[in-house]
């Protein structure tokens, strides 16, 4: 990897690219009639729930405003598919022990959208016992507290003392690693972070041992064609003090990339035919593409400028890591 200016031009290309597709691809996004009832969350809510989460980032980070205002249009169209957050309180009712619901609804409160019956439903299922039982994924429980802080709810554990049990947080020696065990590292990292609006989060500890070992998982998982994996170890690498830029990395992820935009999410595109069949294989590490060369073009002109101390669209407000009483 090297340090500098890396190449804005590529990654602008990359960002507008995966954007156009997954605007194009907005069908497949829409919520179901049966969205709280009997469909699988894991093909309705959450990707709509990612769209949300990365898209709200660039819309405000990313620094070409046509680039913000695309992101900002499918974070609307995904807003407007909850319908205004009513959607929230239906699945927070129907299941008040559930996180993904407010785990969702976090994604928007971030951004000041906000139901009244959802917020009274959150402030009753989060202080039940129930919701406090410890959770096995620590990775996860970090999204979980974020999404408290994010609606300005009482976290329910310390978020350090949970940081401490992840594969970050352990700091496991790197050729342990499989490929769930990075993908938790680099979702580790994003909460941490909060996807990266907050990088000095990042302790001297957890930034060496990244620094250190992100270049050979890189090599590791692009001999494997990994484009999902990948993007997401060019995220992480991007929210490094000095970030450095790996050219053969992000050429080698451009080149993954179709003339659509689309970006697979291991080796090639499927060559069915079938629309929906593409969206599964590709929505998630088009995504992911858009967000780490949004991450990676905020580096550029770091590493040209310098950032600027206390930069409201930089630091967005605090992550902490520590629990925190909300007012």
């Known amino acids: 990897m090297t340090g500098g200016r890396g190449d804005p031009g590529l990654l602008d290309r990359?960002?507008?690219?995966?954007l156009g597709w997954l605007d194009e691809a907005r069908g497949f996004f829409r919520l179901p009639p049966?969205?709280?009832?009997?469909?699988?969350p894991n093909l309705t809510l959450k990707p709509l729930g990612e769209l949300a989460e990365l898209t709200q980032l660039i819309g405000v980070l990313h620094p070409r405003n046509e680039i913000r205002q695309a992101a900002r249009g499918l974070f609307a169209f995904a807003w407007n598919e909850t319908r205004d957050g009513e959607l929230f309180a239906e699945l927070i009712h129907g299941e008040p022990f559930a996180t993904y619901p407010v785990e969702l609804y976090g994604t928007f409160a971030q951004a000041g959208l906000r139901h009244a019956d959802a917020d009274a439903l959150v402030q009753t299922t989060t202080r039940l016992r129930g919701w406090r039982v410890a959770r096995e994924d620590h990775t996860r429980?970090?999204?979980?507290?974020?999404a408290e802080r994010r609606l300005g709810l009482r976290q329910h554990a310390d978020f350090a003392s949970v940081l401490a049990l992840t594969g970050l947080g352990r700091l496991p020696e790197p050729w342990t690693l499989d490929r769930k065990s990075v993908y938790g590292v680099t979702h580790d990292v994003f909460h941490l972070t909060d996807w990266g609006r907050n990088r000095q989060r990042l302790s001297p500890e957890f930034a060496g041992y990244l620094r250190l070992w992100l270049p050979s998982w890189l090599d590791t998982w692009l001999e494997e064609e990994m484009w999902d994996l990948?993007?997401?170890?060019?995220?992480?690498t991007?929210?490094?003090p000095a970030a450095p830029f790996d050219p053969v990395a992000w050429q080698r992820l451009a080149t993954a990339q179709a003339a659509d935009?689309?970006?697979p999410e291991i080796g090639a595109a499927p060559s069915s035919g079938d629309p929906a069949e593409a969206f599964l294989a590709?929505?998630?590490?088009?995504?992911?593409t858009a967000f780490a060369a949004t991450l990676a073009r905020?580096?550029?002109?770091e590493a040209e400028a310098g950032p600027v101390a206390g930069d409201p669209a930089l630091v967005g407000g605090r992550t902490p890591c520590e629990s925190e009483n909300a007012p």
């Open 34 to 40: 049966n969205v709280t009832t009997d469909a699988d």
């Open 298 to 301: 905020i580096a550029c002109d």
């Open 261 to 263: 935009g689309s970006v």
């Open 14 to 18: 990359m960002v507008r690219g995966s």
């Open 230 to 236: 990948v993007g997401e170890l060019l995220a992480v």
């Open 141 to 146: 429980t970090l999204n979980v507290l974020n």
């Open 238 to 240: 991007a929210c490094l």
């Open 282 to 288: 590709c929505y998630h590490s088009t995504l992911v």
